[in-house]
């Protein structure tokens, strides 16, 4: 038995009264946007497109952003908009050459390292942020608005919700006993609802049952998804070295849900080490020194330092300690499950095609 786990669900389940406290005050508010009394969402007439949750903890968003501008990038002037979540700085920013993580935030970053020719912003109040993204770019053909599912200021022309196969949001409570930041009520306001971090193998059968227990509405879209690792590439040189089951690997990362990187490790190394950090964590100098150490004391000829891509963005300004360290970088991706990748992306298209007719 893992007892820290244990001890952890015991404590959440004792925090039940500020749960049910936290989902009355999400309730009101969310009535209250809907029946547009103190609060109001604004629509705009441009094509936005929301990815976000209604859980706290890591479904998949970044790669869910990333898929998108590597399909549509191709074909349309796009943009993101995000907080900017754990950034330095605040207001309006537009990402440029001389941007750091610090400036716009660590997965903001990642999208401008990875899309240098796709504006990257970022903004608290999205309702400000977007007239000042079409200002600054005036030939965008959409947005994709980053983690603004609950944010009810903007309505989207396209909402997309993400949930973890392994932490649906049926089965789910209300902070801090569970994970839930909004109510399940507001699943009805997605158009497409997205199961992330599925089983590859998962069958038709369980997907069926899943459809049934999530019973989305005659007009919801929903998808399956698997997460995708690619070849680790080295943080500073971009050379890729491949994962063998003789190496013993020192995984450092500060993401919401490790679980299934440790599970793909447990499958491809000889194993593993870990290093772990808070969600968003800034890494400091002191940091990467004990990092070293760590892996200095792993006494074994084929070893590696492991890491995230979100993580890597804050670890990229040692770039002189960084350069003869054998620390490496993993993509992640989504993959659809069932042959269903051009129905997902056919859906995105119709909407941004349908909404630039109706103009």
Same mark, same amino acid.
């Given at each position: 038995?893992?007892?820290?786990?244990?001890?952890?669900?015991?404590?959440r389940v004792?925090?039940?009264?500020f749960?049910?406290?936290?989902?009355?005050?999400v309730f009101?508010?969310?009535?209250?946007?809907?029946?547009?009394?103190?609060?109001k969402?604004t @629509?705009f007439?441009f094509p936005?497109?929301?990815i976000?949750?209604?859980?706290?903890?890591g479904?998949g968003k970044?790669?869910?952003?990333?898929?998108?501008l590597?399909?549509?990038?191709?074909k349309?002037k796009?943009? @993101?908009?995000?907080?900017?979540?754990?950034?330095?700085?605040?207001?309006?920013?537009?990402?440029n050459?001389n941007?750091?993580?610090l400036e716009i935030g660590d997965?903001?970053m990642?999208f401008?390292l990875k899309?240098?020719?796709?504006p990257i912003?970022?903004?608290?109040e999205?309702?400000?942020a977007?007239?000042q993204?079409?200002?600054?770019?005036p030939d965008?053909q959409?947005?994709i608005?980053?983690d603004?599912f609950q944010?009810r200021?903007?309505?989207?022309?396209?909402? &997309?919700?993400l949930?973890?196969?392994?932490?649906?949001?049926?089965y789910?409570?209300?902070?801090p006993?569970?994970?839930?930041?909004?109510?399940?009520? =507001?699943v009805?306001?997605?158009d &497409?609802i &997205?199961?992330t971090k599925?089983p590859?193998?998962?069958?038709?059968?369980?997907?069926?049952?899943?459809l049934?227990n999530l019973?989305?509405?005659p007009s919801?879209?929903v998808?399956f998804?698997?997460?995708s690792y690619?070849?680790?590439y080295?943080?500073s040189?971009? @050379?890729?070295?491949?994962?063998?089951?003789?190496?013993e690997?020192?995984?450092v990362c500060?993401?919401?849900?490790p679980?299934?990187?440790?599970d793909y490790?447990?499958?491809k190394?000889?194993?593993?080490?870990?290093?772990?950090?808070?969600?968003?964590?800034?890494?400091?100098?002191?940091?990467?020194?004990?990092i070293?150490e760590?892996?200095?004391s792993i006494?074994v000829p084929?070893?590696m330092?492991?890491?995230t891509?979100?993580?890597?963005v804050r670890?990229?300004?040692?770039?002189?300690e960084l350069?003869?360290?054998?620390?490496?970088?993993l993509?992640?991706?989504?993959e659809f499950?069932f042959?269903e990748?051009?129905?997902?992306? =056919?859906a995105i298209?119709?909407?941004i &095609?349908?909404?630039?007719?109706?103009?």
């Amino acid at each position: 038995m893992n007892f820290n786990a244990f001890f952890l669900k015991s404590f959440r389940v004792l925090l039940l009264p500020f749960a049910v406290l936290y989902g009355a005050i999400v309730f009101i508010r969310n009535r209250l946007y809907d029946k547009g009394i103190i609060f109001k969402e604004t @629509t705009f007439n441009f094509p936005l497109i929301c990815i976000g949750n209604i859980a706290v903890g890591g479904t998949g968003k970044s790669p869910m952003v990333e898929y998108l501008l590597n399909f549509l990038q191709p074909k349309y002037k796009i943009a @993101t908009l995000s907080r900017g979540y754990k950034r330095k700085t605040k207001g309006y920013a537009l990402a440029n050459e001389n941007t750091t993580a610090l400036e716009i935030g660590d997965e903001p970053m990642q999208f401008h390292l990875k899309f240098p020719n796709i504006p990257i912003a970022v903004g608290e109040e999205r309702l400000v942020a977007i007239p000042q993204l079409l200002h600054d770019v005036p030939d965008l053909q959409a947005i994709i608005l980053d983690d603004a599912f609950q944010h009810r200021a903007v309505k989207a022309g396209l909402n &997309i919700l993400l949930t973890e196969y392994n932490n649906l949001y049926i089965y789910d409570f209300f902070l801090p006993t569970g994970d839930l930041r909004d109510e399940w009520q =507001s699943v009805k306001r997605a158009d &497409i609802i &997205i199961v992330t971090k599925c089983p590859a193998d998962l069958s038709v059968e369980k997907k069926q049952k899943l459809l049934r227990n999530l019973h989305p509405l005659p007009s919801q879209r929903v998808f399956f998804t698997t997460i995708s690792y690619g070849t680790p590439y080295h943080i500073s040189n971009y @050379t890729v070295r491949a994962i063998t089951e003789k190496d013993e690997v020192l995984l450092v990362c500060g993401i919401a849900n490790p679980k299934p990187l440790k599970d793909y490790l447990l499958q491809k190394a000889f194993t593993y080490y870990q290093k772990n950090y808070s969600d968003h964590h800034i890494f400091t100098i002191d940091d990467l020194r004990e990092i070293v150490e760590k892996f200095k004391s792993i006494d074994v000829p084929q070893k590696m330092i492991l890491t995230t891509e979100k993580d890597a963005v804050r670890l990229t300004k040692f770039k002189q300690e960084l350069v003869d360290l054998p620390l490496y970088v993993l993509p992640i991706k989504h993959e659809f499950l069932f042959d269903e990748a051009e129905l997902f992306e =056919s859906a995105i298209e119709d909407f941004i &095609i349908n909404f630039s007719n109706k103009k």
